[in-house]
């Protein structure tokens, strides 16, 4: 597993890096995990990454425990799709903050969402996301992505 895009992005004369709040810009971490981790190993380890990340974005926050909680449950549910449907060696996910939403998203998927009929882990995602989507990535499959309202 790595862990990079963590240097603050210059925006508008700004540190995006600075106060996510303050400056509405977005904070945001991009983790890898390898092509040989098998899905429940994926789920532990983006569990990690997220565990440390979170707390941090939501600093200060009213309701940050619960609202981090929910993010780690949906980003849990998405990783753990996305390892089994993988289009490419990698599974690549990003945790984004900017102040009002932590969007989580995941790629690359061989096919397009299914339902939660289907995958009954989309009935937590859809119930404690305020959106969920997906687009195409730029490794030939899909990102899913779901925005926690913070």
Same mark, same amino acid.
């Given at each position: /597993?790595?862990? =990079?895009?963590?240097?603050?992005?210059?925006?508008?004369?700004? !540190?995006?890096?600075?106060?996510?709040?303050? $400056?509405?810009? %977005?904070?945001?971490?991009? !983790?890898?995990? #390898?092509?040989?981790?098998?899905?429940?190993?994926?789920?532990?380890?983006?569990? &990690?990454?997220?565990?440390?990340?979170?707390?941090? !974005? $939501?600093?200060?926050?009213?309701?940050?425990?619960?609202? #981090?909680?929910?993010?780690?449950?949906?980003?849990?549910? $998405?990783?753990?799709?996305?390892?089994?449907?993988?289009?490419?060696? =990698?599974?690549?996910?990003?945790?984004?903050?900017? #102040? =009002?939403?932590?969007?989580?998203?995941?790629?690359? /998927?061989?096919?397009?969402?299914?339902?939660?009929?289907?995958?009954?882990?989309?009935?937590?995602?859809?119930?404690?996301?305020? %959106?969920?989507?997906?687009?195409?990535?730029?490794?030939?499959?899909?990102?899913?992505?779901?925005?926690? &309202?913070?």
């Amino acid at each position: /597993m790595t862990i =990079s895009d963590t240097t603050p992005q210059k925006r508008a004369g700004t !540190f995006a890096g600075l106060d996510a709040a303050i $400056l509405g810009a %977005e904070s945001s971490l991009t !983790f890898s995990i #390898g092509p040989d981790v098998p899905p429940v190993e994926a789920m532990q380890q983006a569990g &990690a990454v997220a565990s440390m990340t979170l707390p941090r !974005f $939501l600093a200060g926050k009213p309701g940050a425990d619960d609202t #981090g909680a929910d993010a780690l449950a949906v980003l849990t549910e $998405l990783v753990d799709l996305t390892a089994r449907h993988k289009a490419g060696s =990698s599974l690549v996910g990003r945790v984004s903050y900017d #102040g =009002s939403h932590i969007t989580l998203s995941v790629g690359d /998927m061989d096919c397009p969402l299914p339902t939660p009929e289907n995958e009954p882990g989309l009935y937590l995602v859809h119930r404690v996301a305020a %959106e969920v989507g997906q687009y195409t990535g730029d490794m030939g499959g899909r990102v899913t992505w779901a925005a926690v &309202a913070a």
